[in-house]
């Protein structure tokens, strides 16, 4: 691939990546992530309610649906945070039930609320999570200057994170949650409360990560951002109603955006916002 | 270097970055320890007494004169009827009356037994009853040596001279200061990391921490360990403190101190660990352990001695670690106790801090 400036232009003003003459351009078939009637329940409350998927290695997969759709809940379990009530899933290849251990060793996570230490500096927050991921020293060193000129962070290196903006908050809890190579990244809701063009600055950096081999698995409420990933899948009700590309989806339902097929299948859905 | 290293780390740089925990950490024993004796005391001194003295003689002189030097009274007013002191101390001017009776030197001196009268306010019925014991010590050391004097050797009634061991002043500060050192390590040693995990719940930190590779045993122990060090440097400023402001500790060892202000403190920590498994926000937490600190403080003889408890609630301290460890360090600083004098003691701290981390370990979960 290309992983230059223009591409990622090219993807921001046509929509997803770019496409080979074949509907699916992914790298590696081999998934890595496969989902298998997953259901979660608390107490009499479905909120994942029997979902099949599976995650391609190299793809950016969005993982769409309403506020109390479910995603976050589908996320936890895929994370190693929740165990299934049934169900069951690989995640690089490791079992969700069983080795949640092992799938920790190889996926990143940005949680949804800002989850890294305020009251640490920029600096010392990239030091520990490269520390704790087993990344080695010269190694995490190098990363990290590298990532604090990527960033532009290189003034603010010693300042505490607490105290920067909030898109560089966003900006800098995605590199952490990348600062170990992970095989897959799950981000939850990465670009909630920034404004447009820090979003998009996000987005290039998620392509980023893609270009260097990471699956980035994504749950966003916001469908014009759905138009930037691979393939999609909508959460409904804690159901999967529709999962294809965004072309495809916008075809089988005739819709001119993904706004609007999200639309037309969040019509029947009962949990409100 | 392991995660237990950059955790450690992590943990020291976020304690001594706020610009607050690290004055907490000194002022709490300092202040403690300093103000609370000097404020909480037992002791009776400065009793105000009113003499009634109807003798007006030598005799009687001489012994206003021995009580007012003994340092624990302060003689308010002498007064010539026992209705006029009876007044004063109505009116809360003074705690205790001394009445000598008309011809009290004429009796003394025939070997004839005199009654003296001691009234005492009961309102504070320490200083009351304390007073009160005071005063008719003093008189009847008083009355023998009259009588030792008088050359009537037959007369000298049996004497009774208490010894008070390991405590010879009777000083309550000497039973406090163990005590407040206790405090010192529950709140150092519990309440620290117990707000420190319950603060990364609520931000959402701990969840970082669950979705990486690091095993709660190293999470757990990096903050056990370094706010075990932090309780360890508290409770040898407290230490210091009571050895040379209240010169206590003539007689302990330092090791059989340290041992068990150790175990102790490896005890709160689980103990607060234990609180924030249960707990997700931090005033939850807080209330959570104020309640068991309180039993732990109120019910096992760290302020009130055992012995005087209910027999079902003396039993009772025997489940609270906290009985143990106020035994071992009065033990050890009043009496110069060892450890083979506190087998028992040591060794049920122990199973204590065993049990609790245990559970503690066990009821942490990464996954739910």
């Known amino acids: ?49 029997d979902i099949t998927f599976d995650v391609r290695k190299g793809e950016i997969f969005g993982f769409l649906g309403a506020n109390g759709a479910g995603k976050t809940t589908a996320m ?41 230490y305020g009251d640490l500096t920029v600096y010392d927050n990239m ?5 704790i991921y087993g990344v080695p020293r010269a190694e995490a060193d190098a990363r990290i200057c590298n990532l604090l000129e990527r960033l532009s962070l290189v003034q603010e290196k010693d300042s505490k994170v607490g105290d920067l903006p909030q898109g560089w908050k966003q900006k800098l809890a995605f590199s952490v949650s990348i600062i170990h190579k992970p095989e ?61 590309s965004p072309a495809a989806l916008k075809k089988r339902y005739g819709a001119g955006s993904i706004a609007e097929v999200f639309d037309i299948l969040a019509r029947g859905a009962k949990r409100g916002e | 270097m392991s995660s237990f290293g950059y955790l450690f780390i992590k943990e020291a740089k976020q304690f001594f970055g706020n ?11 300092v202040l403690l320890m300093l103000l609370v004796p000097l404020a909480a005391n037992m002791e009776v001194r400065d009793v105000s007494l009113s003499i009634v003295d109807l003798d007006r003689s030598s005799l009687s002189a001489r012994l206003s004169d021995r009580i007012s030097r003994s340092g624990y009274f302060v003689l308010k007013s002498v007064e010539d009827t026992y209705g006029k002191a009876m007044d004063q ?26 009654e003296i009268f001691i ?42 001279t208490p010894q008070y061991r390991f405590n010879p002043h009777l000083e309550y500060k000497l039973f406090m ?129 055992v012995s005087s408890m209910e027999t079902w609630s003396q039993y009772f301290t025997y489940i609270l670690p906290t009985r143990y460890f106020v035994n071992i360090l009065r033990s050890v600083c009043l009496k110069g106790s060892t450890f083979a004098d506190l087998a028992f003691d040591y060794i049920m701290l122990s199973v204590f801090a065993v049990v609790i981390n245990i559970i503690a370990v066990v009821t942490y979960r990464k996954q739910n």
């Open chain 2, 89 to 114: 101390l109505s009116r809360g001017n003074v705690d205790i009356i001394l009445e000598i009776p008309a011809g009290t030197e004429r009796a003394v001196s025939r070997g004839e037994s005199v």
């Open chain 2, 177 to 305: 200061v163990p005590a407040l050192m206790i405090v010192v390590i529950i709140l150092v040693g519990g309440f620290f990391p117990t707000m420190s995990i319950v603060t990364e719940k609520e931000n959402g930190t701990i969840e970082q921490m669950n979705v990486s590779p690091v095993r709660k045993r190293d999470f757990i122990l990096s903050k056990v360990i370094f706010y075990g060090i932090l309780g360890v440097f508290a409770f040898t400023l407290s230490y210091l403190i009571a050895h040379f402001v209240y010169g206590l500790a003539p007689h302990g060892g330092l090791l059989e101190i340290y041992v068990s202000a150790m175990i102790f403190l490896v005890f709160m920590g689980g103990f607060g660990l234990i609180i924030s498994n249960y707990s997700d926000t931090l005033l939850q937490s807080v209330f959570l352990m104020l309640f068991f600190v309180l039993i732990f403080m109120l019910m096992s003889g760290i302020f009130t001695p």
């Open chain 2, 119 to 160: 009234a005492a306010n009961a309102v504070n019925s320490t200083k009351g009853m304390m007073g009160g014991g005071y005063l008719s010590s003093i008189v009847s050391d008083f009355s023998s040596e009259m009588a030792a004097s008088g050359g009537n050797p037959a007369s000298v009634p049996l004497r009774i």
């Open chain 2, 19 to 29: 610009p607050f925990m690290p004055v907490v950490l000194v002022l709490l024993p």
């Open chain 1, 184 to 244: 897959i990244v799950f981000l939850d809701e990465p670009t909630g409360g920034v404004d447009p063009a820090a979003r998009r600055q996000f987005w290039e950096l998620i392509y980023e990560a893609v270009d260097e081999g990471i699956t980035a698995f994504v749950t966003t409420h916001y469908m014009d951002e759905a138009e930037y990933c691979n393939r999609i899948s909508m959460m409904v009700d804690g159901r999967i109603g529709a999962f294809d």
């Open chain 1, 76 to 116: 936890k379990m895929l994370t190693g945070l929740s165990f299934p009530t049934s169900g069951t899933g690989q995640v690089a290849g490791y079992n969700i039930w069983t080795q949640s251990e092992m799938i920790k060793k190889r996926i990143g996570y940005m949680s949804q609320k800002f989850a890294l």
């Open chain 1, 127 to 131: 030091q520990l999570f490269a520390g």
């Open chain 1, 1 to 49: 691939m290309m992983g230059n400036g223009g591409d990622i232009l090219y993807r921001m003003t046509h929509g997803g990546r770019h496409r080979d003459l074949h509907e699916h351009l992914v790298r590696d078939p081999r998934n890595v992530i496969e989902v298998d009637h997953l259901t979660k329940k608390f107490g009499d409350f479905t909120a994942v309610d």
